[in-house]
């Protein structure tokens, strides 16, 4: 997923519960003392990012953006999927979930309530790399947001009860978004066969073994161990005032005290000495190949003092073999030869650890998932024989400008980008790069990492080998009632 595409993470939602706050809450008096002048300590780039650290060491970011009277307010958790150990997966999301189960202030569900009250929604995600949070919401209500946010950090009451039925809302979504969706779980086992140290192996939501033994102990010492001010980014964007905001975060949030962080150990992947084959047999309609090349990120490429540029050589590399109708994959594959029904590639840069370049893809009726993938090889080697034509350059790159055009226009996704880059290590500030880069890259330096990193020995392959599906036992859904919907 790269970061200029977001989409999914626009979806969630907050829910609309409120009966005790059906009113709308009076706006609120951060401080009586009048809004004094940005300490010299607060950093502004030419991009309009106003940067601060409260003394506890809690990190705000601010993009004010006045052309609608909106806010948006995210919280950035250096923690995810990544950072957890075998028999705890999964226990970064289901956190997740029980941070919506109150606190000494509030009752279960009351936090989302008084933000549908306000006329804001909320909701959260959670990454490899990121657990984060978040609300849309009138400026005029941001304050409602930040005060509650904070209350939530240190005061989170976990339940026995609401966890016993909150796990099973897990273990639900787990089944309908991946065990009872052929691609999605040939994903998974996909990722667990190319990483053999990487704890990107391992599946955000958990392994269901793992989710069926997992007690409110593992969630209480997570939640001591990773939500503390000095392992946090506070992202606000829209119609703010950044002074404004730095007093309500020493407000809100000053008064915490730092937490001992201990930086997990990293857990690098082992150099691949060869192709990695899986074959995955599911009931299902179609078979399904993917294909990866071990690749680094922008954060492995700054750690090792690599040359940064092939990071955006890659980003290039995806446009050009899958970047609308006009690529080569959408060309050659699905329109010319008619070997597949879909093909595509992927690259994300910005993880902490190293990543994998994807192709994945169904073959068309009377075609097999041996053809499309050396229909796809043939078109590596291609592109790793001749460097991509000024025209194709042209395309992609016009596609990145038209992009950030658009994102501009969101708060949302300028907040995204900002807690992203700061959360995985690599900082906020190469927010201002990527355009600037991505209009560097030259044909050659295209194919110059074409060859350096796709290459077989590097590759995993998993593919679907599609069995009969019996229509005579249709799942039954085991969703607690009551439970929040998973995110």
């Known amino acids: 997923m790269r970061i200029k595409k977001y989409s999914a993470l626009s979806t969630f939602t907050g829910l609309c519960l409120g009966l005790s706050v059906c009113q709308a809450a009076p706006k609120m008096d951060a401080s009586a003392a009048p809004i004094q002048k940005l300490p010299k300590k607060v950093n502004v780039s030419d991009s309009g990012v106003y940067s601060f650290t409260l003394k506890n060491g809690l990190k705000i970011l601010v993009k004010p953006d006045h052309r609608s009277p909106v806010a948006v307010s995210q919280i950035w958790y250096k ?69 509650h946010e904070a ?186 030869t008619e070997i597949a029904t879909s093909a595509g590639a992927g690259y994300n840069p910005y993880s902490r650890q190293q990543t994998l370049f994807t192709f994945s893809g169904m073959p068309r009726e009377g075609h097999t998932v041996a053809e499309l993938e050396l229909a796809i090889k043939k078109q590596i080697a291609i592109i790793q024989e001749t460097p991509p034509s000024k025209q194709e350059l042209n395309r992609v790159k016009a596609q990145v400008i038209a992009s950030s055009v658009y994102e501009k226009d969101s708060s949302f996704y300028q907040a995204m980008q900002l807690g992203t880059l700061e959360t995985v290590g690599v900082g906020w500030q190469k927010k201002d790069d990527y355009l600037k880069k991505i209009q560097q890259v030259t044909a050659q330096q295209v194919q110059a990492v074409a060859k350096k990193y796709l290459q077989d020995d590097s590759l995993t392959v998993a593919v679907l080998d599609p069995q009969p599906i019996d229509t005579s036992k249709p799942r039954k859904s085991h969703r607690a009632a009551g439970g929040r919907r998973g995110h």
Not at 156 to 164: I, T, Y
Not at 255 to 262: C, D, L, V
Not at 302 to 322: H, P, T
Request: net charge negative; proline share 4%.
């Open 151 to 336: 209350d939530r950090m240190r005061n989170l009451q976990l339940s026995d009860a609401e966890f016993k039925k909150e796990i099973e809302v897990i273990k639900e979504e787990r089944r309908s978004r991946t065990d009872d969706k052929p691609t999605a779980l040939t994903f998974e086992r996909f990722n667990a066969a190319a990483f053999i140290n990487s704890s990107y192996q391992q599946p955000i939501i958990g392994w269901m073994e793992d989710l069926d033994s997992m007690e409110l102990s593992d969630l209480n010492q997570w939640y001591k161990t990773w939500y503390a001010p000095n392992n946090a980014t506070l992202v606000v964007s829209g119609d703010v005032d950044p002074q404004q905001i730095k007093i309500w975060a020493q407000k809100y949030f000053g008064g915490f005290e730092r937490s001992k962080i201990t930086p997990p150990k990293p857990r690098r992947e082992v150099v691949q000495m060869g192709e990695r084959r899986i074959t995955v047999k599911l009931p299902a309609k179609v078979p399904f190949l993917i294909m990866g090349y071990k690749v680094p990120t922008l954060k492995t490429i700054i750690e090792k003092s690599e040359d940064e540029n092939e990071i955006y050589a890659l980003e290039v590399l995806a446009g050009v073999l899958d970047g609308g109708n006009s690529s080569r994959l959408s060309q050659r594959l699905i329109r010319e």
């Open 79 to 147: 923690v995810g999927g990544s950072y957890e150990y075998d028999g705890i997966t999964g226990v970064s999301h289901a956190l997740e979930h029980m941070m919506f189960k109150g606190t000494k202030k509030l009752k279960p569900g009351e936090f989302s309530e008084i933000i549908a009250a306000n006329g804001g929604s909320e909701n959260a995600f959670t990454g490899k790399d990121y657990t984060a949070y978040f609300q849309r919401i009138s400026s005029d209500r941001l304050e409602l947001c930040l005060e």
